[in-house]
């Protein structure tokens, strides 16, 4: 009944390389946010969905694309790794509408992306 | 440029004491304030939240305080419990309408039995 899923859990992988992290989210929420957590703990917004419509694009070097491919789906694709890839990344959801700001966003428990 | 800061990166209190976790912000147009809680290996979850219109909310042992003139939040937990060692984030919002969340450092709790 895991509310945000998010997978995989561990990506280990070459610098170099393509890879993708899935997120799915069976609240019923509209609204679905990547974040990376770098070395230093911050965790900061990369994009955010709304019905499968990019809302929040934060500045992100273009190696990276998310894909919603529908409300309860948002997942990110990443380009030619690099070292400084390496960090946690958190999908989000939360639902959106009159009042739906001051809903809090549910995250899922990351995928810790590794660069070798 | 921290927008949000949580100056102590970590804090140990006494199980049955107070825990008091400090935050402060510089982006005057933040209007709503939410506490989250992290355990290793598991995503933030949600647990207190605050709008700027009020000036403290409280949920069972948490209760938020704002200081909107000082641009200060604090979280406090009475009575402090084992399980509520965690990191905790503070985050602010940009404004009515905004998705966004600006997230602090985190500030690691350890509560000693």
Same mark, same amino acid.
């Given at each position: 009944?895991?509310?945000?899923?998010?997978?995989?859990?561990?990506?280990?992988?070459?610098?170099?390389?393509?890879?993708?992290?899935?997120?799915?989210?069976?609240?019923?929420?509209?609204?679905?946010?990547?974040?990376?957590?770098?070395?230093?703990?911050?965790?900061?917004?990369?994009?955010?969905?709304?019905?499968?419509?990019?809302?929040?694009?934060?500045?992100?070097?273009?190696?990276?694309?998310?894909?919603?491919?529908?409300?309860?789906?948002?997942?990110?694709?990443?380009?030619?790794?690099?070292?400084?890839?390496?960090?946690?990344?958190?999908?989000?959801?939360?639902?959106?509408?009159?009042?739906?700001?001051?809903?809090?966003?549910?995250?899922?428990?990351?995928?810790?992306?590794?660069?070798? | 440029?921290?927008?949000?800061?949580?100056?102590? *990166?970590?804090?140990?209190?006494?199980?049955?004491? +107070?825990?008091?976790? &400090?935050? !402060?912000?510089?982006?005057?147009? @933040?209007?709503?304030?939410?506490?989250?809680?992290?355990?290793?290996?598991?995503? *933030?979850?949600?647990?207190?939240?605050?709008?700027? +219109?009020?000036?403290? &909310?409280? !949920?069972?042992?948490?209760?938020? @305080?704002?200081?909107?003139?000082?641009?200060?939040?604090?979280?406090?937990?009475? *009575?402090?419990?084992?399980?509520?060692?965690?990191?905790?984030?503070?985050?602010?919002?940009?404004?009515?309408?905004?998705?966004?969340?600006?997230?602090?450092?985190?500030?690691?709790?350890?509560?000693?039995?």
């Amino acid at each position: 009944d895991t509310a945000v899923s998010q997978t995989p859990k561990y990506l280990v992988t070459q610098m170099g390389n393509d890879k993708s992290i899935k997120c799915e989210q069976n609240l019923g929420h509209d609204t679905m946010y990547w974040y990376k957590q770098d070395s230093k703990k911050f965790l900061k917004i990369m994009f955010s969905y709304n019905n499968k419509e990019l809302i929040i694009n934060e500045t992100v070097p273009n190696r990276f694309s998310p894909k919603s491919p529908d409300k309860a789906h948002l997942n990110l694709h990443i380009n030619s790794l690099e070292l400084g890839d390496s960090a946690v990344y958190f999908c989000a959801s939360s639902p959106m509408g009159r009042g739906a700001p001051n809903q809090p966003q549910h995250f899922g428990d990351g995928t810790r992306l590794s660069i070798l | 440029d921290q927008q949000v800061k949580q100056n102590s *990166p970590s804090l140990s209190v006494q199980e049955g004491r +107070i825990s008091i976790l &400090n935050c !402060d912000y510089t982006n005057s147009m @933040f209007d709503y304030f939410l506490w989250y809680k992290k355990y290793p290996a598991e995503g *933030p979850t949600f647990l207190i939240s605050i709008s700027s +219109i009020k000036d403290k &909310n409280e !949920d069972g042992r948490f209760t938020v @305080f704002l200081n909107k003139s000082a641009k200060h939040l604090s979280l406090h937990i009475v *009575p402090s419990q084992p399980g509520d060692s965690a990191v905790y984030f503070c985050a602010a919002r940009r404004g009515a309408g905004s998705y966004q969340l600006t997230f602090g450092k985190g500030t690691k709790l350890s509560v000693i039995p």
